[in-house]
């Protein structure tokens, strides 16, 4: 079993669809949890970053972060065609940067 | 945040050969970490590169193959050594956000291709 898991997709919706990004992990250290997304032919750029459980908002992008159930999701509201990419989940159980990442979710907003 | 950028973007690579890909931050930094991203494949950390001293790599990786250079708090190498199709791969390096942060910073990739 990997430590992270992500569901690698593709996952088409229509321009204004709420998208759902998930990742499930095993190792119940982890507390750091983040989402990157990646364009073609990019680096990862950091979207979002959590710490521990809980939730957190920035503009249409919503991280959640359920640790009793090692699950943790990535909402984006409005998705609009320059929401296309691939998204990474990544954690980590320090701050030694020992980051363990999904394999990444490929989206297409169509307009 | 900082500006990472790497040398060379893409290149096509014939079985047995080397390359260096370099990495170059625009600010200083203790720690530069080197990953592969195979096709499908989630990013795998090769090694820590620490200024002034050697390398750590992780589980399945190994010097010989991977050799790492990290001459000052600014700028990284890392060395592919006889390749084989098997190293197809984007190659990224990437720095920690800030001291004690976790979150990281990407540079663009090096997509390599070896036939």
């Given at each position: 079993q990997k430590e992270v898991e992500q569901d690698p997709g593709p996952l088409s919706v229509p321009e204004g669809a709420i998208v759902s990004l998930n990742c499930t992990y095993?190792?119940?250290?982890?507390q750091y949890f983040m989402w990157y997304r990646q364009y073609s032919r990019k680096g990862p750029e950091l979207l979002m970053y959590t710490y521990s459980s809980g939730n957190k908002e920035d503009g249409r992008f919503t991280a959640q972060v359920d640790k009793s159930s090692k699950y943790i999701s990535l909402f984006i509201r409005?998705?609009?065609?320059?929401?296309s990419a691939t998204y990474l989940c990544a954690m980590s159980a320090?701050?030694?940067?020992?980051m363990r990442f999904g394999a990444g979710t490929r989206l297409t907003v169509k307009p | 945040s900082a500006v990472i950028s790497q040398k060379p973007s893409r290149d096509i690579c014939q079985r047995g050969t080397s390359l260096t890909i370099q990495c170059q931050v625009d600010s200083q930094v203790t720690m530069m970490f080197w990953y592969r991203q195979q096709p499908g494949q989630s990013l795998t950390l090769i090694a820590t590169a620490n200024q002034g001293s050697e390398a750590t790599y992780e589980s399945g990786f190994v010097i010989d193959k991977f050799p790492i250079s990290?001459?000052?708090?600014t700028f990284s190498t890392l060395t592919v050594s006889?390749?084989?199709?098997?190293?197809?791969s984007i190659y990224l390096c990437s720095v920690p956000r800030g001291r004690g942060q976790v979150e990281q910073f990407f540079g663009p990739g090096t997509r390599l291709t070896v036939l």
């Open positions: 095993s190792n119940s250290a982890f409005d998705s609009q065609p320059s929401d320090n701050r030694n940067n020992d | 990290r001459p000052n708090l006889n390749m084989s199709p098997e190293d197809s």
